[in-house]
Structure formats: structure tokens, C-alpha cells
């Protein structure tokens, strides 16, 4: 069940460009963590840290194998809680609290399903990307990133998957932002999950919004943290059926359904 | 050690019963915390402050992390009083413990009214005024900021609620000491300090400041050693109890609180960080009391050198 757990570090490496990915020996959070679950994860590793990091850092459960009884994260150093997680390796225990959020659930009625990822976005996506894989339904990816070196390594990806990439830069996939791939695929298309920099989830909010995405699009929204538990109201959302907060009632809200104005002031 | 029975930790706040000096800092508690840690064993039960009236809290983020703490700039949300006797104080009540309920207001008659209803209500024990809300009146000032101001506030709340009242004081003014008189004078039961240090943080890539609004409060570790100085300076000026917060983390934390003059200590922004500290400071004192003798724990309260 959900609580604190003291987790065994099995391999940490880097997947790409400033990209880790640490997995970790748990039956217990094997068989609990669904996908849009996430973990409060203290990053203070060994006793070699001369500094602090004094939250716990929230961060998705990226994949689960429940055969091997493991789970991973997949994170991106950008600032000092990341960049101590970083250097942790196999061996190393790590302490954390979850699995936390709620599940989300692919309905039963979805055939064609799309997955919009920006930058780190495919952390908290892999999961459900896993199980839509698994149920045998037809998959794509849309994968945007500010270049080729930053992108999730394909090799990773389950076989059956479609992938469509976008880069800033045009390293790699068309030279756009990830969301001009949607108008290629939406039509056939039966719901879209999205994560990724907020300006890309509220881009895809306002296609929703003036019509051009015609599609349910789920996005799973990322936020600071204190707590991850729903006591420290740290991580709002301003929904049209009002505040709400990511870690009790998301990672997972209707994109149509955010009051961006009101909302996230840039970081 | 674990041990069921804390019969070295019993106090008396006023005609407030309390089975033992841990509480949880109003604000950093609340029902979900039970799945993590045994919340029947609180020396009382203090959820986030309500307000009379529903309000919207700031814009996030409103978090960030602080050198051994962390700013926050939640801004108090809060679905009002109504909100919180249909649907929340219930799961509260079902927790066993005393309940202290933290009040809040833009005005002074906000928080009279409040009095007045939770008069009404036996199973509420005791409130606490979180003053450090803003004025609407002095142009956005903390409402606890001016000794004055303050005396007129409590004496209201003091009039209207027959129960304890505990007024929680800011840091953020030139003499603490002065407004722990003016609340003592005015007839509080008790004053728990301190609450968050005004604070900002700045982002490093930018001038865009750490959290929503910019102005944030700093909690944790950090403003320990500060808190300590304030619980010590004000314990020598009022004979009212004093419950102490401010980066308390574990046992030793808490005594440093009592030694400086707190007859009761507050948990925090560790409940964010290990949800189970309060439990294992209740254990530690506990066992404190046992190896050395004390008939109770207050026995040391204000034993500092």
C-alpha cells in the first residue's frame, strides 16, 4: 500500500542528454503503481552529500515490471534535487513515499490512442504507453524535444509503437512544435494523453478549445511539490469545476477543462 | 522504544486537556496524513486555517525549496466556515484528540464571527488565531503586526469564545515580546510562535520570483535557531503557555523547544518531508523523561542555563 519506502537502487543510467534513469527493486511498489502515479522521492543519497536537498522530489513512476518485480524513474538533472539523484547508483537506498495520484485508466472503448510527449513528458507517459501496448491497441507516439540528443531513445520504446518526432532545432522529425504533429493524426484517433512544458499542454488546451483538436486530450500536469499528499496545497490547478490539486485529484485533468489565465504564472 | 502509555506527557493548556505536548503546526495537517501516521496519539488535532467565507488561495506555483527549508506563498485557501462543519470536521473529530481549530480573517469582524460560531460547538476545544493573515483595513499589514490592533482583535475573540484561545504570532515585527504582552493582556489562554518568516525567493535565469506571488513564508530548519530566540525572549515576559514551532524535526529539536520555555511543541514542514515525525517525537520524550527521572516533561520547560 501506499507509505514510505526505503527502495534499492538496481542500475542508474543516462538515456539521454542530461536524461537518468534509475530502476529500482520493489515487489511491493511493482505490483501497487499504475500508470499516472508518481513517487515523493527524498534525493539525499549515502552520506557523501555536502548539500541539502530538503523536499522530496515528485516524480512519475515511468515504467513497472512486475515480472522482475521493478520500477523506474526517468528524470532530467535541473536543479540540485535532480542532480543529486544523478549521481546515485546501484546499491545506493533511496527513500520514498508512494505510489501516490490517481491512476488513470484507459477506457475500454479506445482503439487508436495518442500519446503527446514534450521534453521530459514521456517519464510519466512510458507506463500507460505499456499497457495501451499490451491490450493490443494501435499506438503513436508524438515526441517533441529541443533536439535529437534530448529525445527518449526509440530502442526503449515497446515494439508496436508509431513514432512521430519534432525537434526546435529539426535534428530530428520536423522542425515545429511537437503539438503541429497532432493535426496528422487526430482523425483517427480515439483519445490523446499528453505531458509535457506547460506552454505545450496549454497550446494543445486552446486547439481543444478553438476546435482544431476535436478530441478528448487528457493532460497530466507536473507541478512543485511539498508534500505530494494533498496536505501542503502547494500544487493548484484552476479548473472549471475549481481548484483542484495534482497530486489528490490529478496527474490526469481534461485540458478543456483548465482556466490557464488564472493560473500558473511563469517560472 | 515504542511505548503505548505517555504517562510523562500530560499538560493542561488552560482547562485544554492534552494527553501529550505534540501537535501538528496548522497548515502542514490534515486527513491524509492518517494513511502514514497514527494520528489518534496527537497531543490535539489543529487543521489549516478556515476563514468565514470561501476564498481562492495565490496562483502556483507556490512552493520552492529553501537552503534546509522551503518558501511557500499558498496564500491560505479556504472553502469557508460552512464548508468546514458540513464536510470536514468530522474526519477530524473521528481522529480522538482534542480539536483546535485555526481561524482567519481579512477583517477583525471576520474572525469575531467565527468565534462565535465555533462557540456554539462542544466538540471544538480550543481555536487558534492565525493572525499573520492580511489587514484588508491597514492596507494589507498582517493583522498581528501591531500590538494594538491585536489586544482589540484577541479581546473580541476572548469575549465571544468561552474556550481556550490560543494566538499564534507572527514573526515579522520589531518586538515579538510586545504583541505576546498584548495577547496575554487581552485574555489569551496561550500564544504559539512562530509562524513562517516573510521571505522571497529568486530564480536565478530570470528576476521571476520562486513562487506565485513572490512574497513567500520560509519554514523548516532553517528558522530554527530564530524561533528558539523568540520562545526564549518571550517565555521571560508572559506566565501564559507557550506553544513552540518553527523547523522542529526530531526529539532533540523539540527539547531544545521546551528547555527554551514551550510547554507544547508544534510539527510542521517536517510532516511534508517525514510524515511520521510527530509520532516519533511523542516515543522520544517519552523515553527522555523515563532515562532521566522526570516525574513529567514539563519539568525541564524553561530549564535553559
Known amino acids: 500500500m501506499t507509505g514510505e519506502h526505503k527502495l534499492e537502487i538496481i542500475s542508474s543510467d543516462q538515456v539521454a542528454m542530461g536524461v537518468f534513469r534509475i530502476v529500482f527493486q520493489s515487489a511491493e511498489l511493482a505490483y501497487e503503481s499504475k500508470p499516472g502515479q508518481f513517487l515523493m522521492v527524498d534525493c539525499n543519497i549515502g552520506q557523501g552529500s555536502n548539500e541539502s536537498v530538503f523536499l522530496r522530489r515528485p516524480l512519475a513512476v515511468h515504467r513497472v515490471d512486475v515480472e522482475k518485480e521493478q520500477i523506474s524513474i526517468l528524470f532530467q538533472v535541473v536543479g540540485k534535487g535532480t542532480l543529486a539523484l544523478s549521481k546515485a547508483t546501484a546499491g545506493d537506498l533511496i527513500d520514498v513515499i508512494g505510489p501516490l495520484g490517481r491512476p488513470i485508466e ?29 491490450r493490443n491497441l494501435k499506438v503513436t507516439l ?18 508496436g509503437v508509431t513514432e512521430m518526432t519534432a525537434t526546435d532545432d ?31 499542454l496549454k497550446a494543445l488546451s486552446e486547439m481543444a478549445v478553438d476546435g482544431t483538436l476535436t478530441v478528448n486530450t487528457i493532460g497530466l500536469l507536473e507541478s512543485q511539490m511539498a508534500c505530494g499528499l494533498g496536505i501542503c496545497k502547494g500544487c493548484v490547478v484552476d479548473t472549471d469545476l475549481g481548484d483542484k490539486l495534482i497530486c489528490l485529484d490529478g496527474p490526469a485533468f481534461d485540458l478543456r477543462e483548465i482556466r490557464w489565465e488564472s493560473q500558473f504564472s511563469p517560472v | ?10 499538560l493542561k493548556i488552560g482547562s485544554l486537556d492534552l494527553a501529550n505536548p505534540v501537535l501538528p503546526a496548522s497548515g502542514c495537517f490534515g486527513p491524509e496524513l492518517g494513511q502514514f501516521t497514527k494520528v489518534s496519539s496527537l497531543g490535539a488535532i489543529v487543521p489549516k486555517t478556515i ?3 470561501p476564498r481562492k488561495g495565490n496562483p502556483s506555483p507556490r512552493t520552492a525549496e529553501a537552503p534546509y527549508g522551503m518558501l511557500n506563498s499558498v496564500g491560505i485557501p479556504s472553502k469557508g466556515l460552512e464548508d468546514f462543519l458540513e464536510n470536514k470536521i468530522q474526519d477530524y473529530l473521528s481522529m480522538g484528540p482534542p480539536l483546535i481549530v485555526s481561524i482567519g480573517g481579512l477583517n477583525v469582524s471576520d474572525y469575531w464571527d467565527l468565534a462565535e460560531h465555533l462557540n456554539e460547538i462542544s466538540h471544538v476545544k480550543a481555536i ?31 469575549n465571544r469564545f468561552s474556550k481556550p484561545v490560543i494566538t499564534k504570532l507572527t514573526p515579522n515585527v520589531t518586538s515579538i515580546t510586545d504583541i505576546a504582552v498584548a495577547a496575554e493582556s487581552s485574555g489569551s489562554t496561550a500564544v504559539s510562535l512562530i509562524n513562517t518568516l516573510a521571505a522571497i525567493g529568486i530564480n536565478p535565469n530570470g528576476k521571476i520570483l520562486t513562487t506565485g506571488i513572490g512574497k513567500a513564508g520560509l519554514s523548516g530548519p532553517a528558522i530554527k535557531p530564530i ?53 516519533e517525537i511523542i516515543d522520544g520524550l517519552e523515553s527522555y523523561a523515563v532515562e532521566n527521572n522526570l516525574n513529567n516533561i514539563q519539568d525541564i520547560r524553561g530549564e535553559i542555563g
Open chain 2, 227 to 279: 524561533a528558539l530566540k523568540m520562545v526564549w525572549e518571550v517565555n521571560k515576559h508572559i506566565s501564559i503557555p507557550i506553544i513552540g514551532m518553527g523547523g522542529i524535526e526530531n526529539t532533540k529539536d523539540a527539547l531544545e523547544f521546551i528547555l527554551a520555555g514551550a510547554s507544547a511543541i508544534s510539527i510542521g514542514t517536517a510532516n511534508f518531508t517525514r510524515p511520521n515525525t510527530m509520532l
Open chain 2, 128 to 158: 487558534e488565531i492565525n493572525v499573520s493573515c492580511p489587514n484588508i483595513e491597514e492596507g494589507g499589514l498582517e493583522i498581528g503586526s501591531n500590538p494594538k490592533n491585536l489586544a482589540k482583535l484577541v479581546d473580541g475573540v476572548v
Open chain 1, 106 to 134: 484507459i477506457d475500454s472503448s479506445v482503439e487508436n490512442i495518442v500519446f503527446v510527449s514534450g521534453g521530459l513528458g514521456i517519464a510519466s507517459l512510458t507506463s500507460l504507453i505499456d499497457v495501451a501496448v499490451g
Open chain 2, 1 to 10: 522504544m515504542i511505548l503505548d502509555d505517555f504517562s510523562k506527557l500530560d
Open chain 2, 51 to 53: 476563514f468565514l467565507h
Open chain 1, 142 to 159: 508524438l515526441a517533441g524535444a529541443r533536439n535529437s540528443y534530448r529525445l527518449y531513445p526509440s530502442q526503449l520504446l515497446p515494439r
Open chain 1, 170 to 200: 529539426g535534428s530530428a522529425g520536423i522542425r515545429a512544435p511537437v503539438t503541429h504533429l497532432v493535426s496528422q493524426v487526430q482523425e483517427k484517433t480515439d483519445i490523446i494523453y499528453a505531458c509535457g512544458p506547460l506552454p505545450m
